[in-house]
């Protein structure tokens, strides 16, 4: 089952005063490091900062009355949990968030600032969703997914229509990748709407889940996930998200931990942009070679940004001794 474009739009409709339509910026330096000209969707500037409150209030917008009645629970390292929260009390519903052991304490602290309830479980999305799962079971809690939901891919799909209606020549966009729910929702939009557009993905070397499915012509679970972006840390694709990606995604490429690490610091540096290592994933690709373009218009999804201060500066530290040395300052 695929979703549709009516979908897409109606979640559009149902977003509609939640969300901010986030711009697409472009970046003459980012231009200039990948041959092509390029734009930033800045979802790391969206409410609760990130994409995921997109897809979160549309599937809690069409649960019925006794499902809201009930609450929700989700499963997340933090961002989808932070837009699950926000959405369930924009909406007046009782929400509960699975979050990893020893979680970012900024994101934990977010999904209780908007009155949800965090339980610390686990260490890998699949621990994260039994226990999620077991939840549902015993309080009849209605799952949230992060990604393997028509309603949630309808959601993030909503990127794609804003996309093409601030730049309808779009050459191609690149697209960050974990469970997959958010490319699958953007490709399908796009793709429906402009078939020659190109749409690329990205995972990382430490975590190759939709990747490694791809290769084997079906999802499968990889045994090891080991990186420095937790946005992007799903063990497997989901069964609609591998099948949204195998319809609709032109290719998918894995970018280096390293290369992650640096495009933090860079997009500080150059378009001012506080981004966590997820949503620096897909830049890091294009300004590092990965894709066969050139000279074209492309858009890069900058999908978030809350990363820790203890990480940012760690990182931005980093950069600055590798490429600001004291032998290259004149004094």
């Known amino acids: 089952m695929f979703v549709t474009l009516k979908q897409i739009q109606q979640a559009k409709a149902n977003l509609t005063g939640t969300i901010i339509p986030t711009p697409l910026q472009d970046s003459s330096t980012f231009s200039r490091l990948s041959g092509n000209e390029i734009y930033l969707k800045t979802e790391n500037l969206q409410k609760t900062g990130s994409f995921k409150i997109r897809g979160a209030y549309n599937k809690i917008a069409n649960l019925t009355k006794e499902e809201q009645s009930k609450g929700v629970v989700a499963f997340s390292a933090g961002n989808h949990g932070a837009g699950t929260a926000y959405a369930a009390q924009k909406l007046g519903i009782r929400a509960t968030v699975v979050m990893p052991e020893n979680p970012v304490p900024s994101k934990k602290n977010a999904i209780e600032s908007y009155g949800a309830r965090a339980i610390e479980y686990g260490t890998t999305s699949i621990a994260m969703y039994e226990k999620a799962?077991?939840?549902?079971?015993?309080?009849?809690?209605t799952m949230v997914h992060p990604f393997d939901d028509l309603h949630i891919i309808a959601g993030q799909g909503t990127i794609g229509l804003e996309m093409l209606e601030d730049l309808p020549e779009l050459d191609a966009v690149i697209i960050p990748v974990s469970g997959g729910g958010l490319i699958s929702g953007v490709a399908a939009a796009l793709k429906e709407l402009k078939p020659t557009i190109k749409v690329f993905g990205v995972n990382t070397e430490g975590a190759t889940a939709m990747y490694t499915s791809l290769q084997h012509g079906y999802p499968v679970e990889v045994e090891k996930v080991n990186t420095i972006a937790d946005g992007l840390m799903a063990k497997k694709p989901g069964e609609f998200t591998y099948a949204h990606t195998q319809r609709y995604v032109d290719d998918l490429v894995l970018v280096k931990e390293s290369e992650i690490a640096e495009c933090v610091a860079q997009l500080a540096e150059r378009a001012k942009l506080v981004v966590?290592?997820?949503?620096?994933?897909?830049?890091?690709?294009?300004?590092?070679?990965?894709?066969?373009?050139?000279?074209?218009?492309?858009?890069?999804?900058?999908?978030?940004?809350?990363?820790?201060?203890?990480?940012?500066?760690?990182?931005i530290k980093q950069y600055n001794q590798k490429y600001y040395s004291e032998n290259e300052v004149v004094k």
């Open 133 to 141: 799962f077991q939840l549902h079971k015993e309080e009849g809690l």
């Open 276 to 315: 966590e290592p997820s949503g620096a994933a897909a830049m890091a690709a294009m300004i590092n070679g990965h894709f066969p373009l050139k000279n074209k218009k492309v858009a890069v999804m900058v999908s978030g940004g809350n990363i820790s201060f203890e990480l940012y500066q760690s990182l």
